[in-house]
């Protein structure tokens, strides 16, 4: 059976690179799953994202994504990411303790952006733990 070539990279380090039966992401245009011999997409990934990587026979594989795009063509899928971590690097403390300090900051100031990016991204940090948000 065919597979996928996948690297997921952020400006800090390559993530992740090896092969794969299907990649899931969310994109602006919404979620995209991608498998062998798909047409060639470029997509701009969300803010807070989940990306998981499908391997027959291994545990899925599950990164928070913050940003970046999505490239694929010829059964190569290359993951751009503003900033991304493995679910298993995840310290789940303190992804939930900086989701409680930006939505106590959310409750405070209702116009605070940044605030609500950091929620954003801590819930994409729980999620790829596999923590319930």
């Not at 990164?63 to 795009?69: D, L, N, P, Q």
């Not at 939930?96 to 994409?124: F, G, H, Y």
């Amino acid at each position: 059976m065919a597979k996928l070539r996948v690297g997921v990279v952020s400006p800090e380090r390559e993530i992740w690179s090896g092969e794969a039966d299907m990649v899931i992401a969310k994109t602006v245009d919404g979620e995209i799953g991608i498998m062998p011999q798909h047409a060639p997409v470029l997509g701009v990934l969300v803010e807070g994202g989940v990306l998981r990587v499908k391997r027959d026979g291994e545990p899925e594989l599950v990164a928070a994504v913050h940003g970046g795009f999505i490239s694929v063509a010829d059964d190569e899928v290359s993951v751009l990411a503003e900033a991304a971590e493995l679910g298993s690097e995840v310290d789940v403390a303190a992804a939930r303790d900086a989701l409680d300090r930006a939505q106590a900051s959310i409750d405070a100031n209702q116009e605070d952006a940044d605030a609500a990016v950091e929620a954003k991204r801590a819930r994409a940090r729980l999620r790829a733990a596999g923590e319930e948000v």
